[in-house]
C-alpha cells in the first residue's frame, strides 16, 4: 500500500510541476513514445512505468484521464485507442489523380457503393475498379478539373471497365467540366474533406438483415474515406471487421445486441473512437464524433 501511494504522490508532482512543451501539446493520447501512433509499444511503456515506478518522459500523453496519477485506468484506456502497429497511410492529403472522365444516367439510386437515398444537392460519380479498391473510395468527395471548370463530386458507383484515374461523372455534371459532344475527356482529381462534415458527425447504416448473430455496418458522412472499422468486443479488444466491395463491414458471428463502440480510421491514418451507438437495424443511426481535418 506504502508503495502505491508514494508513486502515486510522485507521479502527481511530476504532473502537477514539470513543464508541457507545445511539442507535448500536440502528441495524440497515449503516444507516449511520440512515434505517431497510439500501439502495443505505448501500452508496453506503460506497464513498465507502473510496474518500475518510472516517471514517463512524456507525461501528458501517459495520463489518459487527466487525474495526474498513472495507474490501471489510464491502462484502461490507452488500450481502447491503441492501433494493432503502424497505420498504413494510402497517400498524402490533396495528391491529384490524373484519368479520363465519361458520363452516364446512374449512380443516385442502385450504386454499387449502396448510399441510398443520395441526395440530388451532389453531383456523383462512378469510380474505376483500381481507385475505388473494394469500396475504400466509396463515399469519397472529389473535386475533379477539366478544361471548362472545377467541380465536386461524391462517389456513388463502380466503373469496372475504367483505367486508374478514369470516373463516370453523371450525366449533367459532366458539361460543367468539359463539352459534352467530347463524350471522353481527360480530367485531373482529387479527394476532399467531405462538406455536410464539417458540421455533423458520422453516421451508420446497419445491412437488412443485421442481427446479434450476422451483421453488416456502413460508416456514412465521413469526412475522409475509411480505412478500417473496428468493434469493441467483450474481451476488451478492438476487433476489425471485414470490408465488402458493396460498401459494408461484416462480421459473421455477429456484434451482439449492442450499443457498441466503434473505431473508425481514415486513409489518411486519423482514427476516432465513437462509443454507445444502438443497433438499430432500421433507421440510420447518427454517431457522436466526426473525422479531424
Not at 507502473?50 to 484506456?77: C, F, S, V
Request: hydrophobic residues 35%; contains cysteine.
Amino acid at each position: 500500500m506504502r508503495r502505491t501511494a508514494f508513486l502515486t504522490a510522485v507521479l502527481a508532482a511530476a504532473l502537477c510541476c514539470l513543464p508541457v512543451s507545445a511539442e507535448e501539446t500536440e502528441t495524440p493520447a497515449g503516444d507516449i513514445n511520440r512515434d505517431g501512433v497510439t500501439d502495443a509499444a505505448d501500452a508496453g511503456l506503460l506497464v513498465s512505468y507502473l510496474l518500475a515506478e518510472d516517471i514517463p518522459e512524456n507525461i501528458a500523453a501517459a495520463d489518459m484521464n487527466g487525474d495526474k496519477q498513472l495507474d490501471a485506468r489510464d491502462l484502461t484506456m490507452l488500450k481502447r485507442l491503441m492501433v494493432p502497429g503502424k497505420v498504413r497511410i494510402n497517400e498524402p492529403k490533396g495528391t491529384v489523380h490524373h484519368g479520363e472522365a465519361t458520363f452516364y444516367g446512374g449512380g443516385y439510386e442502385g450504386g454499387c457503393a449502396m448510399l441510398d437515398p443520395v441526395s440530388t444537392d451532389y453531383w456523383i460519380t462512378a469510380m474505376n475498379l483500381t481507385d475505388y479498391n473494394c469500396a475504400e473510395l466509396a463515399g469519397a468527395y472529389l473535386e475533379v478539373t477539366g478544361e471548362l471548370g472545377t467541380i465536386n463530386v461524391l462517389v456513388t458507383d463502380l466503373l469496372p471497365e475504367g483505367k486508374k484515374g478514369d470516373l463516370d461523372l453523371y450525366v449533367d455534371a459532366f458539361p460543367l467540366i468539359a463539352p459534352a459532344e467530347k463524350g471522353r475527356v481527360p480530367v485531373s482529381w482529387k479527394i476532399i474533406p467531405l462538406d455536410t462534415a464539417e458540421d455533423e458527425p458520422l453516421y451508420y447504416k446497419y445491412k437488412d438483415g443485421s442481427s446479434a448473430f450476422w451483421c453488416g455496418v456502413q460508416v456514412r458522412n465521413h469526412r475522409y474515406p475509411i480505412e478500417t472499422l473496428e468493434y469493441l468486443n467483450e474481451d476488451g479488444e478492438f476487433e476489425q471487421l471485414t470490408r465488402r466491395n458493396y460498401n459494408y463491414f461484416e462480421k459473421q458471428s455477429g456484434l451482439g445486441e449492442g450499443p457498441f463502440t466503434f473505431r473508425i480510421t481514415d486513409i489518411y491514418g486519423q482514427t476516432v473512437i465513437d462509443e454507445n451507438i444502438p443497433f438499430t437495424p432500421d433507421e440510420i443511426q447518427k454517431g457522436h464524433v466526426q473525422l479531424p481535418l
